[in-house]
C-alpha cells in the first residue's frame, strides 16, 4: 500500500521557534509527557476556526501528552470533554495512519487541519490536506483500522542538521515494519541560506539534489533507496530538460513520482521544491 500512500502523499521564524520547542522538549526530560501538536490549541480549532499557537500557561496533560491552549476558557474545556476536542490519531498526521501496510506516525502542519464529523483531523503539510481531503471519508475509515495497530509504533524521529528544521525531515517505522525517509521540500539555498542559481533551472535543481543527498545521508539512505519524489516546479517544461541532473540526484525516473505545476513557490526565487521518500533499513 505503500504506492497508494506515494502516490496521493515555511513558514516565518515563529513557527520554526515553535517547531523546536514541541519536537525537542522530550529530550531534556525524557520523563516528560510529548508536547501535542506543537503546542498548537486543540480547541481553537472549533471555536475559533483557525489555527491558534497555545500558551505555556495553560498546560494540560492528558493521556500522557502536554496539551497548550490559548486561554484558560479553552483549558477548561477541553479538560470537560477532551475527547471532543483532541486530534484524531494523537495529533499524528491523519494520511499517514491511514495506509495499511504502510501506516505509521509522522509530525503535522498545525496550519494543515480539517473537521470532519466533528472530529479534528491534522496533516503533514498543506499539500497533502488537500490530497486527503478528496477521499477523506475513505481515509477516515482506513485510519481507524489502520491505528489500533500504529498506536505503539515508536514516535517519528527528527533527522535535523544538515537537513532543515523546518519542515522537518523525519524518519518513521511502518505498520509492516518497514521504515522510511520522508524528506521534506528542500529548496535551491547553500549551507550559508543563500539561494542559488536565481533564474537558473540547472543550477538550482544541482543545490536542491545536493540538500537532498545531505538529508540521505544523514538518514542512512543513498540515492539508490529513493522510491519516490514530489517535485513542486515553477517551470514543468524547463524542469525536464535536465534528466541527467534528475537522475543524478533523485534516481531513475519513478511510477511513484510526480511533477506538479506551481507558480509561486515559498520564495520567488525559487523555481523548485522537492520531497523525497527513501526506504531504509
Known amino acids: 500500500m505503500l504506492r497508494a500512500y506515494l502516490l496521493t502523499l515555511n513558514r516565518g521564524a515563529t513557527l520554526l521557534a515553535l517547531f523546536f520547542a514541541?519536537?525537542?522538549?522530550?529530550?531534556?526530560?525524557?520523563?516528560?509527557?510529548?508536547?501535542?501538536?506543537?503546542?498548537?490549541?486543540?480547541?481553537?480549532?472549533?471555536?475559533?476556526?483557525?489555527?491558534?499557537?497555545?500558551?505555556?500557561?495553560?498546560?494540560?496533560?492528558?493521556?500522557?501528552?502536554?496539551?497548550?491552549?490559548?486561554?484558560?476558557?479553552h483549558r477548561d474545556l477541553f479538560i470537560k470533554d477532551a475527547e471532543r476536542y483532541a486530534p484524531q490519531y494523537d495529533g499524528y498526521c491523519a494520511l499517514g495512519a491511514s495506509i495499511e501496510a504502510a501506516a505509521h506516525k509522522d509530525t503535522v502542519d498545525p496550519e494543515a487541519w480539517a473537521i470532519v464529523d466533528g472530529k479534528l483531523y491534522l496533516v503533514h503539510s498543506s499539500y497533502w490536506l488537500e490530497k486527503w481531503r478528496e477521499k477523506a471519508k475513505e481515509y477516515i475509515k482506513q485510519?481507524?483500522?489502520?491505528?489500533?495497530?500504529?498506536?505503539?509504533?515508536?514516535?517519528?524521529?527528527?533527522?535535523?542538521?544538515?537537513?532543515?528544521?523546518?519542515?522537518?525531515t523525519t524518519a518513521v517505522g511502518l505498520r509492516d515494519g518497514g521504515r522510511l525517509l520522508i524528506i521534506a521540500a528542500q529548496v535551491p539555498r547553500d549551507e550559508a541560506g543563500k539561494v542559488v542559481g536565481k533564474g537558473d533551472m540547472r543550477a538550482q535543481i544541482e543545490q536542491v539534489g545536493k540538500n537532498v543527498g545531505l538529508c540521505l545521508k544523514a538518514g542512512g539512505a543513498t540515492v539508490k533507496d529513493i522510491v519516490s519524489t514530489l517535485s513542486f516546479v515553477a517551470a514543468p517544461a524547463e524542469f525536464d530538460k535536465h534528466p541527467d541532473l534528475l537522475s543524478r540526484y533523485f534516481g531513475p525516473p519513478s511510477p511513484e513520482s510526480k511533477t506538479v505545476a506551481t507558480p509561486q513557490l515559498s520564495s520567488p526565487d525559487f523555481l523548485l521544491e522537492v520531497e523525497t521518500v527513501a526506504a531504509i533499513k
Not at 28 to 50: C, H, M, N, W
Open 143 to 168: 485510519g481507524d483500522k489502520d491505528w489500533e495497530a500504529i498506536a505503539g509504533l515508536a514516535e517519528p524521529v527528527i533527522v535535523g542538521s544538515p537537513c532543515a528544521a523546518y519542515p522537518p
Open 22 to 73: 514541541a519536537l525537542f522538549a522530550s529530550t531534556a526530560q525524557a520523563d516528560e509527557p510529548r508536547l501535542s501538536i506543537i503546542g498548537y490549541d486543540p480547541v481553537a480549532y472549533f471555536t475559533d476556526g483557525k489555527a491558534v499557537q497555545g500558551k505555556a500557561e495553560f498546560e494540560y496533560v492528558w493521556r500522557k501528552q502536554r496539551w497548550r491552549f490559548a486561554s484558560g476558557e
